[in-house]
């Protein structure tokens, strides 16, 4: 679904900056007061059958025609919780800077509500942002909503730092591999998908740290005199 892990050619100041940053939010302790949530988000083909698929039957696979036909697209945004195991899935027609405005606030009314700050780890996409909420709300809306955030950014090249991505590799693995041709029964497979990926409350146990990076990624870093 997305590129697997990619890094700067060179050092970069900018790059670990932003990483160190992030790993060192991965490893706060669990505060339900401040949940740290991950947010991705990802396209998926909407694609029909030209003709009827052939059922399985005994000693033989299903058979599906080569030919297909394209339906457009649908977003995906992706929030997971590591530290709870806890996924939140939404399908949109677009993927806006008022789509993500309304991801995030059904984040914090909804599925945080008695959270006093949510800590954001996501892309630096140009959707991305507080500007968004207020492209998207009222001004006493946006502020309400922005004053519950805690962003972090991943760095350019470093969207392997963000969990919510590897979610959704699991997501396109397990419930979108296959031809889904409209937006509502693409929102009702990723509903069971999430209902059940919950259920079994799947946490992420991130081991990566600071330390880590500063030996394993040590080309990465800018050198100088002492």
Known sequence: MKKGWCLPEGPSADFVAAMEDV??????PYDPQQPV????????????????PLPAKPGQVAKY????????????FMAVEPLMGKRTVRVTDRRTRVDWARFIRLLLLTIYPQAGKVILVMDNLNTHGIASLYETF????????????????????GSWLNMAETELSVLSRQ???????????????????????????????????TADARTKLQ?????FEK
């Open 65 to 76: 025609d080569s030919e297909y036909e394209r339906r457009g697209t649908a977003n995906v």
């Open 175 to 209: 419930c979108l591999n296959r031809r889904i041709a409209n937006k509502d029964v693409m929102e009702q497979e990723i509903a069971t998908w999430e209902k059940n990926r919950n259920e079994a409350c799947t946490r992420i146990n991130w081991h990566f740290t």
């Open 219 to 223: 080309r990465l870093y800018p050198s």
């Open 138 to 157: 009222d001004p006493e809306t946006a502020r309400a909503l922005a004053a519950r955030l805690e962003i972090h950014y991943t760095p350019k090249h």
């Open 23 to 28: 790993l060192d939010v991965y490893h706060r």
């Open 37 to 52: 949530v991950c947010m991705d988000e990802c396209s998926k083909q909407l694609i029909g059958e030209v003709r009827e």
